[in-house]
């Protein structure tokens, strides 16, 4: 039972305070999350924890790109498009992101700092990189999904928030570089973690969930 809630009350935060993690939970979380399934138990996942000065000293340098809009280098390249339906929800989740901030869609000011905030990791006090090997295809990326909520589950268990990231790993090379990982390894995704603030108004956004109405057939 206990563990359903934990996956139904997860969400992502996207405004964290400045307490840090205690090492050892952020052990205990990464611990957990290595009893992960893989495809013939070949356990890809590679991670960087980077908190304290370095994690200040990256948001400083990913700001900088971000500001200055720099050529982006993703390991796994962004789609181009969506299939409508989905199309219509990520919009979706746009617009009420915008809304639940008061912002309007011509705003272009607010809608900058709302991005640039990715790249501050939403003032979490711990980024984590998730990494695989270069020559890895498609199998082990459904590894590492599969790792990353694993992660993310076990830090909610213990009252710790997260949001995972696409946006930040767009500078994929310059973050194997500030973090001296080879530059064949793949970047997949930056996982901010923090404790929430609860008073934040971006917190108070929901994403809307399909029901299983909509995405199951039975065949009985
Ligand atoms: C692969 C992936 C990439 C994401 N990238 C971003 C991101 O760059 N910035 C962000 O604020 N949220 C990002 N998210 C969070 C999603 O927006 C969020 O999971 C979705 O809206 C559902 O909301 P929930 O996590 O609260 O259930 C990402 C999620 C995933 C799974």
Redesign the pocket.
């Known amino acids: 039972m206990q563990a359903l809630n934990n996956i139904i009350t997860?969400?992502?935060?996207?405004v964290f305070k400045d307490d840090p993690i205690l090492k050892s939970d952020l052990n205990k979380i990464i611990e957990v999350a290595s009893n992960s399934p893989s495809y013939t138990n070949t356990q890809p996942w590679e991670l960087a924890v980077v908190t304290g000065k370095n994690k200040d000293k990256l948001t400083g340098e990913l700001l900088e790109l971000a500001k200055m809009n720099a050529p982006t280098s993703p390991d796994i390249p962004k789609p181009e498009s969506w299939p409508s339906v989905l199309e219509a929800r990520s919009r979706e989740?746009g617009k009420r992101?915008l809304e639940i901030l008061g912002i309007e869609r011509s705003d272009k000011e607010g809608r900058e700092k709302l991005r640039l905030?990715?790249y501050e990791f939403?003032g979490a006090p711990c980024a984590l990189f998730f990494f695989m090997d270069g020559s890895l295809g498609e199998w082990s990326v459904y590894d590492m999904?599969l790792f990353?909520q694993n992660l993310i589950l076990a830090a909610h268990s213990l009252g710790i928030g997260s949001?995972?990231?696409?946006?930040?790993v767009d500078y994929a090379k310059e973050i194997k570089r500030f973090l001296n990982i080879s530059e064949s390894s793949k970047l997949l995704?930056?996982v901010s973690m923090g404790y929430p603030d609860p008073d934040a108004k971006l917190n108070l956004?929901?994403?809307i969930?399909k029901k299983p109405e909509q995405f199951v057939q039975w065949y009985e």
């Open positions: 997860r969400r992502s935060y996207r989740h992101r905030m990715n939403y999904g990353t949001c995972i990231q696409a946006s930040v995704a930056c956004y929901r994403s969930k």
